[in-house]
């Protein structure tokens, strides 16, 4: 969401280079960065607001999302666990606006692997292997 953009920086600087807790805003998408770097690149616990209007609060290792947070979609559904290389991989809860949930692994941004899905009254409606976000059995 930086697409090589420019950007506006706001905390220290060590060597030309962000450093602690700092806040960067990318000049042509207005995409957003608040929280810690190190060595010029986002480490640790901050939130990045997409130009999208989706936004991730959690961590970040080297300028990816990487670890456990929330990431938040426009239509209003929410995905809470971990994440690595900028993406859904590891286990989590997947909350949809419907008030429908999916609680088990993801690979890839996808439900892949065992995982319980729930209607919004907490009926249990399917439990087992997914594949590419679908029930396989």
């Keep these: 969401d930086t697409d090589g953009d420019l950007y506006d920086y706001e905390g220290i600087l060590v060597d030309g280079r962000p450093q602690g807790i700092g806040v960067q ?3 042509k998408s207005g995409s957003k960065y608040e929280g810690n770097f190190e060595n ?29 947070g929330i990431y938040y979609f426009r239509s209003g559904d929410r995905y809470e666990g971990e994440f690595k290389d900028d993406s859904m ?20 941004g996808q439900f892949n692997g065992y995982g319980k899905t729930y209607d919004s009254e907490g009926n249990l409606i ?5 594949r590419n976000s679908e029930p396989v059995d």
């Design 126 to 130: 399917h439990e087992g292997e997914y």
């Design 40 to 68: 010029g690149k986002k480490n640790g616990k901050g939130s990045f607001h997409f130009k999208s209007g989706t936004w991730y609060e959690g961590d970040f290792k080297d300028d990816r999302i990487a670890g456990r």
């Design 25 to 27: 805003t990318y000049l």
């Design 89 to 108: 991989n590891g286990s989590g809860t997947y909350y949809f606006k419907s008030g429908k949930k999916y609680i088990g692994e993801v690979k890839n």
